[in-house]
Each structure stands twice: as structure tokens, then as C-alpha cells.
């Protein structure tokens, strides 16, 4: 929606969700290889719609053209389009599980990416019988409990409507039922498309954004600036 009102010629790339489940390094090398396939020739620069997401860009080099993205902490940030907002909210309440139309529609990883996953790599994409057959029982009631710390580690779903984009009303139902049904409180936030319109229609502002020159790479900073270029 943000790119069909640039002003700017611009061809987008769509990367699974599922990278989010992988380590962060297999992250990094596939977000790596996506930017190293791109045939610069044709354009200005590479914009990423990611945040840090668990260090997934952290070492992220960029090829003969800039490449461009927001100072955020993950997705999110981009769906408040404010990173103090999402920062606030999230120390605020910061057992918080964050659903949006796209990450609703994309949910679930699939073949070769589901494999890769820490969920699948540590058993948590099968049922109990399955781990017993595959684990034995004192394993599989193990790798259980960790998938109930996982559920633990939360105890709300918040669903962040951007603008009316996608099919809010029952996006917002299914996150009020999976808040139901794992036993957590239900909250909706009115999200702002500005930092994503922003990305795509630039200039960008370097309090906001990281412009990273052909060549170097990505880097965590531990402060406010969340991103910036290595040294």
C-alpha cells in the first residue's frame, strides 16, 4: 500500500516469516542472500522492512548501492511507526505477543524453512506422542514443558490494526480468541503506517533510519540508535 503511492519506482521482495523462528545467524545468511542476489544495476538502494529482529541483521553487509533501514527493535516498531511508542508499550507490558493482519496471514512456516526453525528443531511442531515415539517419554515430557515456558513467557496478545489494512474486524476477533483460549488479556492498538510510508518515500530522516554505504555492515549499538553502521 505504502509503495503504490511513491513516487519511486520500486520492486519488492517478500522473505517468509519463518525467518523469525530460525537462529540468528541462518536469519542473517538468508536476508544476506536475498540482498546479494538483487542486480543492482537498476537501483538507488535496498530498503529492508526489518528491524533488529534477534540480531537476524546484525552483521548484514550492504552490496554496491546503500542499503536502507529503519532504527527499530523488531517488526513492530514499523507497525507503531514510532520506535519510543513500541518501546514504551512494550516496558509497559512486556509479556506482550504482537499480531497484525500480515503476521495472521503468514503465521505458519512452511517445508524447508519450517525445518529450520528453532520450534521444529527442538521438537515443538509435534504432538506428544510423536516426541515419545521419537525422544522417549522423559525427553518428550521435557521438550513439553519447554513449549509451556514458552507460552509462559506471555500473558498478552495484542493485535496492532494499521490503518485499516487487511481484514481487521476478523483479525481482531482470532487474536481476541487465541488471548482466550492460552489464558492471556486481550489488547488492540491503533498502529501508524508513517515509518513504513517513510521508508518508501524517503528522505530519510538519520535519527529514523540507518543509510549502511556499499560495503559495510549492520551493527547492534545497545542505546537509543538501536542500529547503525560498523565502525
Known sequence: AACAVSPNQIDISFLPKGLHDMPSFEM??????????????????ILLGYGLCNNGLHGI??????LVLPRAHDCITLF??????????????PGTYFLTSGWIERGGATGEIN????????????????????????????????????????DRAAYVDVDGIGAAAADVEFTRQCARWLGWQFDQQC??????????????????????????????TGDDRVIDVAD
Open 28 to 45: 542473517r545468511s538468508r536476508v544476506q542472500a536475498a540482498i546479494d542476489e538483487v542486480d543492482t544495476s537498476g537501483y538507488q538502494a
Open 115 to 154: 525445518q529450520s526453525s528453532m520450534q521444529d528443531q527442538i521438537g515443538l511442531n509435534e504432538n506428544y506422542e510423536e516426541l515419545v515415539e521419537k525422544y522417549g517419554e522423559d525427553n518428550a515430557k521435557f521438550l513439553m514443558e519447554t513449549e509451556q515456558q514458552w507460552h509462559a513467557n506471555y
Open 80 to 93: 507503531f511507526g514510532c520506535k519510543k511508542r513500541y518501546l514504551d508499550y512494550f516496558n509497559a507490558n
Open 191 to 220: 498502529g501508524d503506517p508513517r515509518l513504513i510510508r517513510q521508508l518508501v518515500l524517503g528522505p530519510w530522516d538519520p535519527e529514523e533510519f540507518v543509510i549502511v554505504p556499499p560495503g559495510q555492515t549492520i551493527r547492534l
Open 61 to 66: 553487509r550492504a552490496p554496491d548501492i546503500p
